[in-house]
């Protein structure tokens, strides 16, 4: 494995993109790497596994800003683990918020559906429902 990656390296290694890696370090979650002669940025590994860090938080849903928090935590391991914590309980707490307003539009879809008549559009149910958010079962969805 090399030791100094390029920023394509990095993306192809990493599957973040190029502008993607860009905008990291523009809003300082990745530190700005070093430079070539000829201004070409190159990484190393801890740079890549924070990107990996990042990319992976990304995927969890967890905003940038508690990226931020917990790449700080990261770098100082010696501290308790309570901030964290905390940032993946809210992160959790969103997530179940997500899901209840998703199982309601489920069920709200199924209604749509099975009250479905199958005839003219005149009479679709579902075209009743969104041309009139008071026939819907839920206030949010």
Do not use: N, Q, Y
């Given at each position: 494995m090399k030791s100094e990656l390029t920023i394509g390296d990095v993306a192809r290694?990493?599957?973040v993109?190029?502008?993607?890696?860009r905008y990291y370090e523009q809003i300082g979650l990745l530190p700005e790497p070093p430079r070539t002669d000829g201004n070409r940025r190159f990484y190393d590994q801890k740079g890549l596994r924070r990107l990996a860090f990042i990319r992976h938080a990304r995927e969890l849903g967890f905003e940038v800003?508690?990226?931020?928090?917990?790449?700080?935590l990261q770098d100082d391991p010696a501290q308790p683990c309570a901030t964290a914590d905390a940032i993946a309980k809210a992160r959790l707490v969103e997530v179940e918020q997500r899901i209840a307003s998703l199982?309601?539009?489920k069920a709200e879809l199924e209604v749509m559906v099975e009250e479905c008549r199958h005839g003219r559009l005149a009479e679709c149910r579902v075209i009743e429902v969104l041309a009139d958010h008071g026939k819907c079962m839920?206030?949010?969805?």
């Open positions: 290694e990493s599957g993109k190029v502008p993607t890696i800003s508690a990226i931020r928090t917990l790449l700080a199982m309601a539009l839920h206030d949010h969805h």
